[in-house]
């Protein structure tokens, strides 16, 4: 019977929280977007520096480094 009540005591309390992250979620996910579309363009600078400084032993034979 403890086990029944404190499953309605977590019901009752848990649902509330449930509804307000899922109303929550679309709204924080569009907030983290412009961080994401940052992160991407960052990486992609990266990515095109390492290029840049690898070019010189790829032309020499060196391969790719990876």
């Known amino acids: 019977m403890i086990k029944f009540l404190l499953w309605l005591i977590l019901l009752f309390l ?3 929280v449930a509804l307000l992250i899922l109303l ?3 709204v924080i996910w569009l907030l983290l977007l412009p961080f994401r579309l940052v992160g ?4 992609g600078v990266f990515e095109l520096i390492r290029a840049i400084f690898m ?6 034979g060196g391969g790719p480094s990876r």
Do not use: E, Q, S, T
């Open 14 to 16: 848990c649902w509330p």
């Open 55 to 60: 070019l010189p032993a790829r032309i020499l």
């Open 24 to 26: 929550l979620f679309p």
């Open 40 to 43: 991407i363009a960052v990486d």
